[in-house]
DNA sequence: ATTATTGCAAACGCTTTGCACTCCC
DNA sequence: GGGAGTGCAAAGCGTTTGCAATAAT
């Protein structure tokens, strides 16, 4: 997805929930299309100030929240008690597998598993928005062991 | 499980991480088994001075983390930045259904997302040691909507 | 006796809040 | 002009840390 069709998004969705075309908003969703991987929202904050940006942290929090509902980016959580987020630009949905040793974080995709998570909600009497999977165990990294290992 | 066997697993397991035997250890997990559904330590720590305890914040957590480790309890992440506990005992392998909408927490068991997670982990070459699975959406509870939308 | 564990309070990191100012509609 | 959005700083929340006192080995 280019950042013109992501920018006319972001404008629909805004427009449909009665919310302001503001260019801080846009700022934050380019910085956030921008990012390779995860990132906090104060991360980006933090990436916004110090390359050229003079936006506050409310803004970015405000609108982050704002790109995932709206779908441009979405939520991840894995277990440091700090919301993450991900730019779905150019990217297809996928799980991860989080390694307990040296904490690298590695990405698959399998659509048998969307499939399952589909059929059993329904089946459940539940609708589906989304799911997160996370697999926690030993990644095969020579390297793993000696990195976080030694806390 | 009984207590007694739980007492007995912990001690082991103590043991074995040549970890010392105290009373407040047990205090925590006799605590954490009477605990109905998932609990962050803080609450616990509160439950147990409420109820009778001089314990300290500190060695509540710790001590949940041990039993983490243990296994008599495992670790669970809502999407709410901060950690969930729930004993394991009496309870089978479970996964949840999140309501985006009132915030209604329901599991539910599936062997055959168990089955698919260890030959994924497998395949891609990692050593699995747990996972967790959360689907978000809309549950059917006919109050729902009711009752956190008013935000 | 040695040293892990405890309790306490202060600090921490991420996030939310309150309020005055701004600027989109 | 009205009210949503912004910026700032302070407060909030769950969690971690440092250190002296305590107790398990």
């Known amino acids: 997805m280019t950042k013109e069709a992501a920018h006319k998004e972001f404008t629909s969705f805004l427009k ?23 990132f906090g929202a104060d991360e980006l904050y933090i990436k916004m100030r110090t390359s ?8 970015v929090y405000n609108t982050v929240e704002l790109l995932a509902q709206c ?18 630009v150019n990217k297809k949905l996928h799980d991860h ?11 698959f995709s399998e659509p048998k ?13 539940f609708e589906p928005d989304s799911y997160s999977l996370n697999i926690y165990g030993k990644c ?10 030694a806390k």
Not at 17 to 27: C, K, L, Q, S, V
Not at 97 to 107: A, D, S, V, W, Y
């Open 52 to 59: 050229n940006s003079d936006i506050s942290r409310a803004t």
């Open 97 to 107: 597998l989080i390694c307990t040793n040296c904490g690298t974080i590695k990405e």
């Open 71 to 88: 779908g441009l980016v979405v939520k991840r959580n894995f277990g440091e008690n700090k919301t993450r987020y991900e730019s779905i």
């Open 140 to 149: 095969t990294n020579p390297n793993c062991g000696q990195i976080k290992n």
């Open 16 to 38: 449909k929930g009665d919310n302001r075309i503001t260019p801080e908003r846009f700022e934050v969703l380019d910085h956030a299309m921008d990012y390779k991987g995860h």
């Open 113 to 125: 598993i969307q499939k399952i998570v589909k059929e059993l909600s329904v089946a459940i009497g």
